[in-house]
């Protein structure tokens, strides 16, 4: 095996002397999330040693030096909420959302795969995602790297993007040679995981993914079983730190969707509109490999404890073929009882409408994507959903759908 490329490893700026004092117990901890972290009471020793005793309630003090302790109050609590600057400590990423919840609740479903017969626990998960980090840290993957994939919207998809989490590994996709090229050079990219088609399977990635000079050859994934158990064990190294800034994918692209855009933003904001909670069953009917399906579906689901449900397995690659998505949505929502769909005009336009049998009332709502861009359009009830583009309420089976696009 070729040796390991060595890469910088991405840092926060270094602070200069006059704030290094600040860092001496943990060096990539800013000031005020150092402050952030400790208990209330500092908040308040801090308060006590402003302001002399006279002035924090006891007789002799005045309103305004009471007015003045309560403002510093409200400042010093801004400042610990406060982001600090794109080399911030990320509050979440792939892998450690799925850490924690195997931590708190490692029986709790974490994803289901019903086409491949799969269904995993929060703890089974983590467990999986170890053993194949343990792997691509044997082929000498390390943080800043990147690896390019053709996986389908399986199981082995998400999988290989948490165990990637874990290292600090950016997964990429990559839709032609110059864009694999380009990837290899600006963007450290190493090697590839990559799917091989059957006999009947006419789709040319996986040799364009085995004829690239990559740096380290293809893993091809010969079966899809969900454990990308074809990996050689290895000694899975620690979970790196993940900045902000940190890159959790290229999609078809050199820039970057950081996990701070993937989880923080996207994922917080998806979970916040639609209200998910862990009991909720989110189906991704998009695909991983993109902001939409990777950050606003599946890092809102897991930022709240649900379970990322995936419809089909084989077949779905990249935006892949609508009908077959909407075919395999349908059995997801039904058989799994389903209670949000993330789907895009596609996969709406060309999703049938429940026949007689075919339970989906457990849905209760969902976003679709109308365009590029990752802002909720509330002000949007239509889309091109007519048989010619005609506009069509935004619904599936009577449930409003919320759209998401480019303001």
């Not at 969902?366 to 010619?388: H, I, M, N, Q």
Request: net charge neutral.
């Amino acid at each position: 095996m070729p040796a390991a490329v060595e890469t910088p490893m991405e840092r926060p700026k270094v602070p200069d002397a006059s704030t290094s004092h600040h860092r001496a117990l943990r060096p990539n901890a800013s000031p005020r999330v150092s402050l952030a972290r400790t208990a209330p009471g500092k908040l308040y020793w801090l308060l006590f040693c402003l302001f002399p005793v006279t002035q924090r309630g006891h007789p002799g003090g005045s309103p305004g030096s009471m007015a003045a302790a309560s403002a510093m109050a409200g400042t010093v609590k801004a400042l610990c909420r406060a982001p600090f600057g794109p080399t911030r400590r990320c509050a979440s990423s792939l892998a450690s959302l799925v850490s924690s919840h195997a931590a708190a609740a490692p029986d709790r479903l974490a994803l289901a795969a019903p086409q491949q017969g799969l269904s995993w626990s929060f703890g089974e998960l983590e467990d999986r995602a170890e053993h194949v980090a343990a792997a691509l840290a044997a082929r000498g993957y390390v943080r800043g790297h990147s690896l390019v994939t053709d996986l389908p919207n399986s199981a082995e998809n998400l999988l290989l993007q948490v165990a990637c989490s874990r290292l600090g590994v950016a997964v990429a996709t990559a839709k032609d040679e110059a864009a694999v090229k380009e990837l290899v050079s600006k963007r450290s990219l190493m090697g590839a995981v990559a799917h091989r088609p059957s006999s009947s399977e006419s789709e040319a990635l996986p040799s364009l993914l085995v004829q690239c000079q990559l740096p380290l050859p293809p893993f091809l994934v010969e079966e899809l079983d969900g454990s990308l158990a074809a990996f050689q064990d290895g000694r899975c190294p620690d979970a790196v730190k993940v900045y902000d800034a940190t890159p959790l994918g290229y999609w078809s692209s050199t820039t970057a969707l950081t996990n701070g855009e993937a989880i923080s933003v996207m994922g917080a904001a998806a979970r916040d509109r639609l209200a998910m909670t862990a009991e909720d069953r989110v189906l991704v009917g998009i695909t991983l490999c993109h902001a939409f399906g990777i950050g606003s579906a599946v890092g809102g689901a897991w930022l709240a404890g649900a379970a990322v449900v995936l419809p089909g397995a084989s077949g779905i690659r990249g935006c892949g073929s609508p009908s077959q998505r909407a075919e395999a949505t349908l059995a997801c929502l039904a058989s799994q009882r389903c209670t949000l769909l993330f789907a895009d005009v596609h996969t709406l336009k060309a999703l049938p409408l429940p026949g007689p049998g075919v339970d989906v009332s457990a849905l209760r709502g969902g976003v679709c994507k109308v365009g590029s861009g990752s802002t909720f359009l509330e002000d949007v009830r239509e889309a091109k959903l007519g048989p010619e583009n005609e506009l069509r309420p935004l619904e599936y089976a009577g449930v409003r759908l919320v759209a998401i696009g480019k303001l």
